[in-house]
């Protein structure tokens, strides 16, 4: 039975990655500042909270997304040695799964015996051929520690942009009165744009992917912002 696993291309799935863990970084820690600011508790309070979930938050996405690869990249190298096997113990009958497998994509005759011929006289290709057609795995050569790495860095460079007007008025009192309708523009202007983004690696409306990642960062904030308002006498 075929499991299907198919990841793409190193390049591609690093965007991804950097793309997604900076679109989590931002809602997670805009979630942070709005609860703080619907508790009504200081502009300190939402710097030590929010590079505390950047750092923390971040890093344990990160150790997620290397585990995720790393067992990916086992299992795949687990099914290569048994079709490596295979071919080694039972030549015969994995030539004929490849000449079936070419005569579902509709190889006939002659046509049908130089593919067979030409794939099985390449060890690589026929084990590369019988894990895509007969496993559906496409083995990528991307590193579980760059994609970790991609994912801390996305996660706190993007992740920051909500903590940027409260980290200026730390340093100048001029915004302090506007620090979080600073912070709702800039967070939502980097909601848009990477949510844009994510709908152009996916290929599907960048408009609507931009508005909607728009909303289900605000929905994510409005949420905290109400329990921060009702929970805010705890802090008292």
């Not at 004929?96 to 060890?123: N, P």
């Not at 302090?176 to 290929?203: D, N, R, Y």
């Not at 931009?210 to 289900?216: A, E, H, P, Q």
Request: glycine share 10%; hydrophobic share 45%; net charge negative.
């Amino acid at each position: 039975m075929s499991e299907n696993i198919y990841t793409g291309s190193s390049s591609g799935t690093y965007i991804s990655d950097f793309v997604f863990a900076g679109l989590d970084g931002t809602v997670t820690t805009f979630a942070v500042v709005s609860g703080v600011e619907g508790a009504s508790l200081s502009a300190s309070i939402v710097l030590i909270l929010g590079f505390a979930n950047l750092l923390a938050d971040g890093f344990s996405m990160a150790v997620g997304n290397y585990m995720s690869l790393k067992s990916t990249h086992e299992y795949v190298q687990k099914a290569k040695r048994i079709e490596e096997a295979h071919i080694d113990e039972e030549p015969e009958i994995e030539k004929h799964e490849i000449r079936e497998i070419f005569r579902d994509k509709g190889f006939r005759g002659k046509q049908l015996d130089d593919a067979v011929e030409i794939i099985t006289s390449d060890r690589r290709i026929w084990i590369d051929t019988m894990m895509k057609d007969e496993l559906g795995i496409i083995e990528e050569q991307k590193s579980p520690l760059k994609g970790a790495f991609v994912t801390f860095v996305a996660f706190n460079i993007i992740g920051i942009i909500p903590l940027l007007a409260y980290l200026f008025s730390h340093f100048f009192d001029l915004i302090t009165a506007q620090t979080f309708p600073i912070s709702i523009l800039l967070t939502s202007c980097a909601l848009f744009i990477v949510g844009s983004i994510k709908g152009k690696i996916l290929e599907t409306n960048w408009i609507i992917s931009g508005v909607g990642t728009l909303f289900m960062g605000g929905a994510a904030a409005a949420i905290a912002y109400l329990v921060g308002h009702f929970l805010k006498g705890l802090a008292m």
